[in-house]
């Protein structure tokens, strides 16, 4: 065979390049594609203690906020648990169920529904742009959704949000609330279009209309992450067989840290939410800040407030004879009785969880872990799988079921 001129194999192996390069756009085209993972470098548009309902909110006034504004929320009702709130009420109620920020809450309000401001916004519904409707479930849905992501970067090292599209997206140099509030909004949006989503930006200018520049509230504002070990006891008194029947898990909602565990009255054959006689006695002393269905607050420092220093939450005492705001008490004094107030009604229980600085603290907590009486609790494979374990006593493990030497815990007397 004649040997090509060089000009013709030349040619010859541009175009098998050209059709190797045809074909891999072919097969790269019959293939779905990896989904993106971008970088979105966005610093800080939130500091930590404004996302929890922490220091920074000390004497705000969500009342008089709502109606100096003067928009559709002043003047908004709605029945929650059988009460009838207003808009402020509602707002209120939730920052102090999820702990988060009430100033947070607000900004997301105006942003989607503009009632803050507006006295007679087009969108009547859907408040905050979750498909749930009315103030009250709509704003709850968001504050656990956000709690998810600023717990998940603060305690679970996660660094980047998914997207719809099953990508990913980084945001290096930020801090949790900025995190949380960004992945939050953005969490409809395919990673190549996320840095360029609306929502941020109508974010951040919805809460510098309404408060200004976000940044100036983290002056002064203590550090959430040093809370110092305080010492706490068993929530029932001594000698009383109580059961571990859920827990470490989130406190309020599915969004927060495994913080909270729970413990059923006795007798043992006592099911459902039969009412108790059985008392929910103090961990630690200190004042109660708050009183009702949805937590029963003890601050151990004294402090009228409940977003400053550690914050006992007891949680599901009957109104019966629960203990008032404004009372003193200490480690052992009668709080209430186990119900099913304020939770799914499936078992009369006391659930007990810790903030620190408006933070909810983790049970595993290597700085401050949960140690009742002795007891360590730590989590299981799943939220409110978890066990309780004291040293010679042995390990107790959360079921729903009150089995004796599965679950149930005995509270020691002090000691002379």
């Known amino acids: 065979m004649p040997r090509q001129p060089h000009s013709h194999r030349h040619a010859g192996r541009i175009a098998l390049a050209a059709a190797a390069a045809a074909l891999s756009t072919a097969l790269a085209s019959a293939q779905p594609a990896a989904p993106a993972k971008v970088g979105y470098p966005i610093g800080q548009i939130l500091p930590d203690g404004e996302l929890v309902y922490g220091p920074t909110l000390f004497q705000w006034d969500t009342r008089a906020y709502v109606a100096s504004a003067g928009g559709y929320l002043a003047r908004y009702r709605e029945t929650v648990d059988g009460e009838e709130l207003d808009g402020a009420g509602i707002v209120q109620r939730v920052a102090e169920d999820y702990s988060v920020g009430p100033r947070l809450l607000l900004a997301l309000i105006e942003m989607h529904g503009g009632w803050v401001r507006d006295p007679d916004p087009v969108e009547r519904v859907f408040p905050v742009g979750e498909p749930l409707p009315g103030l009250h479930a709509g704003l709850s849905a968001a504050a656990d959704a956000i709690n998810a992501r600023y717990y998940a970067y603060r305690f679970g090292g996660q660094r980047s949000a998914a997207t719809a599209d099953g990508g990913a997206v980084d945001m290096p140099g930020t801090n949790a609330a900025s995190f949380a509030v960004m992945a939050y909004l953005g969490r409809d949006a395919a990673a190549g279009t996320w840095p360029g989503l609306a929502a941020p930006t109508r974010f951040y200018a919805a809460w510098n209309t309404l408060f200004g520049d976000p940044l100036r509230f983290a002056v002064g504002s203590p550090p959430l992450d040093a809370p110092p070990v305080v010492t706490a006891e068993l929530p029932f008194a001594p000698g009383e067989p109580w059961y571990f029947t859920a827990g470490p898990y989130s406190p309020w909602g599915a969004g927060g840290p495994r913080a909270a565990v729970d413990f059923a009255p006795p007798p043992a054959d006592g099911t459902g939410c039969a009412p108790s006689t059985a008392w929910v ?32 939450v007891y949680a599901h005492l009957a109104a019966a004879d629960r203990v008032p705001v404004g009372a ?15 939770g799914l009604s499936t078992q009369s229980r006391v659930a007990f969880a810790r903030k620190y600085h408006g933070e909810w603290v983790p049970a595993d907590d290597p700085r401050a872990p949960l140690v009742m009486g002795g007891w360590a609790a730590l989590p299981g494979p799943v939220p409110g799988e978890g066990s309780l374990i004291r040293s010679g006593a042995g390990v107790r493990t959360a079921t729903p079921q009150k089995a004796a030497a599965v679950n149930a815990v005995v509270a020691e007397r002090a000691s002379p």
């Open 328 to 342: 003193r008490v200490a480690a052992g004094d009668r709080l209430g009785h186990p119900s099913c107030d304020g």
């Open 281 to 312: 006695t103090a961990a630690a002393a200190g004042r109660v800040v708050r009183s009702r269905a949805s937590g029963v607050a003890v601050n151990l420092g004294g402090d009228p407030f409940e977003g400053r220093g550690w914050v006992h």
